[in-house]
């Protein structure tokens, strides 16, 4: 069974920096791509960020590029999402997300997703 299990999430003060993780298991994860979606209240669910099985390959949402920053360890078969300055509109649940394919990722229509975790930016 695939389970993502997101953490580091938070109140924090806008201008601030939270590191999110996501530890996966079930499932071959040097193989996976790996992303980072959020929702915030009313609106729909959104990419933040994207990133190959090896690392070599990221894209993120414009919202977020200079900010945010993922990266992967997969000797520890996790995936990370370094957010700095944050903003009052990065106020969101985070998912994690996972499948074979980085476009299938980048889509939002990947097979796996953890239960996320509250990030909240006050002004």
């Known amino acids: 069974q695939v389970q993502l299990v997101e953490s580091g999430g938070g109140l924090v003060q806008a201008g601030d920096s939270l590191r999110l993780s996501c530890a996966a298991s079930?499932?071959?994860?040097?193989?996976?791509?790996m992303g980072w979606f959020r929702q915030a209240p009313g609106k729909e669910r959104e990419f933040v960020a994207v990133i190959s099985w090896s690392g070599s390959s990221t894209d993120y949402a414009d919202s977020v590029k200079g900010r945010f920053t993922i990266s992967r360890d997969n000797a520890k078969n996790t995936v990370y999402l370094q957010m700095n300055s944050l903003k009052p509109d990065d106020t969101a649940v985070y998912y994690c997300t996972a499948d074979v394919l980085i476009l299938t990722v980048r889509a939002g229509k990947a097979a796996y997703w953890g239960q996320g975790t509250q990030v909240t930016v006050s002004s």
């Open positions: 079930g499932l071959t994860f040097s193989t996976s791509s």
